[in-house]
């Protein structure tokens, strides 16, 4: 029995309830220690920082907290530097980092040098987690889901137990994507991502869904068995695992 839970909102309220979700989990927990968030990218995301960015010019104490918060990307694209503008490094300088006046040295990405495995610490864990775990942890995961239920990129037939690591991107990742290039032949084929193993170990994750192009990804994940053939599935065996989604994201979702 999953112990998710899921939030859903109408399509015209997404955005701004999503972005309170999130200013309010860093409003909580501002005061304890500077807070980790893992972050993601992407269409559904960037609607969200901005109304967090919104609400952030009204209200001093998310302006404030945000100042504090450690952010590490989830992923970012094999062979894009960080100031082009469709990498993960920009989008988050971008959309978020520079309107709400952080400092760029608050934000890590996975690069060729992190996603090597941690020495000493055995197995693949990488340096990019083991510097999330030095930093006390990920408090705060947020997460898009791919049509073809990917997280992060986690593509379908990525294992459980997968660390940051440099991955192969699949065809309908790469199609997707390819609406952010002038020329499709653009889109890198690689990216480096945090493997499903690092999500599983944050203390919270929220994952966020908006349009029915997302339907039958979300029926897939949360309906059917966790399994790796939908890397986003294995996030309803997390114990604090909330989904986030508008009416259209959910309408293939039946009551049991
Ligand atoms: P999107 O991307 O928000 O642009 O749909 C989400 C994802 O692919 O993880």
Redesign the pocket.
Known sequence: MTRIKLVIVPPEEFGRMASDYIANRIIDFHDRRPMNIGT???????GIYGSLIERARRDDALANALQTVNYFAMDEYVGLDGDHPQSYAYFMRSRLLEPAAVSTSRLQLPNKENVEPAPGAGGCISMYDQMMTDCGGIDLQL?????NG???FNEPGTSRDSWTRRVLLSES?IS?NSRYFSDPSEVPREAYSIGIATIMRAERVVLFASGKN?ASALERMIRGRPGDDCPASVLTLHPNCTVFMDWEAASKLRPY
Request: aromatic content about 0%; hydrophobic content about 40%.
């Open positions: 993601a990218t992407g269409g559904t995301m960037e997460a898009g889901i791919g049509t990917h997280v992060a990742t997707a997302k």
